[in-house]
Nanobody
């Protein structure tokens, strides 16, 4: 059984920081590409950041320079360090894993709220 469990969300004022974590179980982790997506109320889910099995990273333009994605294969965890948070970053953040075969797995999400 594959499970992805997010944690670390919460309420923060604009300009503050949060670090999200995603713990994976029931899967061989080191070959996975990992990503964070987010969905704000009334908006489509959007890609935030990707880290490949080879540690290459890709960021959405809206978060580039502020967010950093990283992974720890020994712990089967992926992280999203979010700095200089803005109200428009308010969303439910979802952990996503992609296998070399093209299978995708999703966590249940963690709420991030950035106040004015």
């Amino acid at each position: 059984q594959v499970q992805l469990v997010e944690s670390g969300g919460g309420l923060v004022q604009a300009g503050g920081s949060l670090r999200l974590s995603c713990a994976a179980s029931g899967i061989i982790f080191n070959s996975l590409g990992m990503a964070w997506h987010r969905q704000a109320p009334g908006k489509q889910r959007e890609l935030v950041a990707v880290i490949t099995s080879g540690d290459r990273t890709v960021y959405a333009d809206s978060v580039k320079g502020r967010f950093t994605i990283s992974r720890d294969n020994a712990k089967k965890e992926v992280y999203l360090q979010m700095n200089s948070l803005k109200p428009e970053d308010t969303a439910v953040y979802y952990c996503n894993a992609g296998s070399p075969e093209g299978n995708a797995y999703w966590g249940q999400g963690t709420q991030v709220t950035v106040s004015l």
